[in-house]
């Protein structure tokens, strides 16, 4: 259970049904919603927000919220907020997979709550009515061409956008993480909560991060786990951009374990300095000749075998399934199969949450003629990413600018934040972090952990960064200058 906390944070969740919107909660009422392979006492309710925050009469949305109470009521000192990754994260989900762990570790020291934002789960949702190829997460990711052209992105790019516009509504544009603050401030209020301790991850750092400097006075103990830059004229899209050095970071990391010669037949290679020169030339040739697989008229191709490395380095349990993969696409004579995901196209109202938060946040630039540059530019100096982390999005022909400026994280407010942050993580890199370190000066501690991966506490079995979080959680402490902990 521990190694998938994290991870399960971090990853987009798939959507469920929707539920309507009535007036303003003044108590909750919970009821059981058990998830399978999730502990039996989750519970959840709804709560009632506004659509648009400066209308607080209009339109409303609901969001669900889910809860594990502590199963040790005695050594109960609040709640924590689990405020998962994305954006389109599931809290429901995050709890049904990490709250054991949690409960585990934090001893029952607290109720252990979380939500599904906007658009997510069980919360109330629009999409963007997109056709299916357009929700296919290798466009969604915006892949170039596989010479560099981006004429195909930039139309589907033009094309989302006009569809979020026309079809998504007030809803769709209500996606963000300014209003995800505002909606967590609802939530505190309506638990009744004097202050709230956070655990966010991922896109969840951001968030919560923004919660902290919008109301430093409502925060108790924060835990911000794998955290990208904060500057404000770059968020999401910079997060995006840094992928590229994040994923040649981490790759040593796979190399070293697939030239293990304890793999035995996995072993892709001798050495571990001829396997980037190996999935990089497999990459090149599917590119120019794509493999049949199991999937009708969808076939292995260079840049699904890039995403796909992409994938593999959030963890190191994936590490064997992509060698398998190489393996296979390097013998003409195999049968492929697709990794998971890559078959079915995205959920509609999931693409919209993923999309429209990325847009809504912050102002992204519009000439087409910049991102072919830096597609190029990118390509040559990340082959591993081939200029997809700087390709143009939907955002670049947005219909709405964004209705909040970015949160400015400063060094403002009380110190009660501890980051923790793998030295070698793919999606938010150490340098994001170090910025994000840098911006909340004598607010945070950081605790550097000698380890790849996307996501550390309770995920990487490092039992000095673990330790570290949960000691901070439980009595306050932590440590008077930043840490490292080695593998």
Known sequence: MKHRLAVVLGVLSLGATCLAGAGPASAFSWKSCAQPDGPADQQCTALSVPVDYRKPDGARLTLRVTRLLSDRPAARRGTLLVIPGGPGGSGVDALAHTGPALREALHGAYDLVSLDPRGVGGSTAADCALSADDRDVMNLRSWPGSGGDISD?????????????????????????????????????????????????????????????????????????????????????????????????????????????????????????????LVLSLADRLDRAPRATTTPNKPLTGSILRQAVQQALYSDDNFLWLAQLIKAAEDPHTTLALPPGYATPMPDRDAAVYTATQCNDVNWPSDVRDYARAVAADRVRHPLTAGQPVNITPCAFWHTGPADKPVRITSDGPSNILMLQNLRDPVTPYFGALRMRTALGDRARLVTVDHGGHGSYLATGNACGDQLVTDFLLSGHRPQTDVRCQA
């Open 153 to 277: 992105s930039v139309a589907r790019a033009r094309r989302i956008a006009d569809a979020c516009a026309r079809n998504g509504g007030a809803v769709v544009s209500s996606y963000s993480t300014a209003n995800e603050v505002r909606d967590i401030e609802r939530l505190r209020q309506a638990l009744g909560s004097a202050k709230l301790s956070i655990y966010g991850v991922s896109y969840g750092t951001y968030a919560t991060a923004a919660y902290a400097q919008e109301h430093p006075e409502l925060t108790d103990r924060v835990v911000l786990d794998s955290t990208g830059d904060p500057d404000p004229a770059r968020v999401e899209r910079g997060w995006l951009a840094n992928t590229a050095a994040g994923a040649d970071e981490r790759f040593s990391d796979f190399a070293r374990w697939a030239a293990d010669p304890a793999r035995e037949q996995r072993r892709l290679a001798q050495r571990a300095v001829d396997v980037r020169p």
